[in-house]
């Protein structure tokens, strides 16, 4: 029930494209959605994040889509480009036991072509 | 990478010796985290610590220890080290316990066990 589950595991677009990296998740009491975005040799940094009560949030060209019913949220990059490649992380967490530790989904290696 | 900084960065050892990795922060910040990352796994959390010598259990801790005796130190120890633990390890810090807390991760360390 603490798993969330990530798809595809890597993505190809071409610049322009528009990406969409998905993310399910069982534990309904998981209140706090975050996407991290990692560059190679760096360590992760939060890109955007989403609480369950809206169903999609915009920043710049990302956008978290949220389905609550369906436990499910994904990541879109609108105009995708070359320095986007990266490789990003849907993450949950929240519930009875919270102590803000952060339960990351497997990763998906992005590459936008030039 | 928020004033975070892990020592060593690289690090060769072989199987059954102890290995410490140290996570230093300049944030002041209570809540520190321990993380791996292994490619098809994501981020997994090893332990956490909630305040100066108060730490806990994450999903992977079997043949981890952790020490905090000052807020800005963070040791992981690995008593005998073993092949499989050969990975990328991530410290993280953030402000507050709950939900909606951003984590901030530093540069990571690499470890390889042979």
């Known amino acids: 029930q603490q798993q969330v589950k990530q798809s595809p595991q890597s993505l190809i677009v071409q610049k322009g494209g528009i990406p969409i990296i998905n993310c399910a998740y069982e534990n309904t009491a998981f209140d706090y959605f975050p996407w991290y975005q990692q560059f190679p040799g760096k360590g992760p940094a939060l890109l955007i994040a989403i609480r369950p009560d809206v169903s999609e949030k915009k920043e710049g060209r990302f956008t978290i889509s949220f389905n609550k019913s369906a436990k499910q949220f994904s990541l879109h990059i609108m105009d995708s480009q070359p320095g986007d490649s990266a490789t990003y992380f849907c993450?949950?967490?929240?519930?009875?036991?919270?102590?803000?530790?952060?339960?990351f989904g497997q990763g998906t290696t992005l590459q936008v072509k030039p | 990478d928020a004033g975070i900084t892990q020592s060593p960065r690289h690090k060769v050892t072989e199987t059954g010796t102890p290995v410490t990795l140290r996570c230093h922060q300049t944030e002041n910040h209570r809540y520190m985290y321990w993380y791996r990352q292994d490619p098809g796994h994501g981020l997994r959390l090893i332990h956490y610590s909630y305040g100066v010598k108060d730490t806990d259990k994450g999903e992977v801790s079997d043949g981890y220890s952790v020490s905090r005796s000052k807020t800005e130190d963070f040791l992981l120890t690995l008593e005998s080290a073993t092949s499989s633990q050969t990975s990328v390890y991530f410290c993280?810090?953030?402000?507050?316990?709950?939900?909606?807390?951003?984590?901030?991760f530093g540069p990571g360390t690499r470890l390889t066990v042979l």
């Open positions: 993450a949950a967490s929240g519930g009875s036991s919270n102590t803000g530790k952060l339960i």
């Open positions: 993280a810090i953030s402000t507050r316990a709950w939900s909606y807390n951003e984590q901030f």
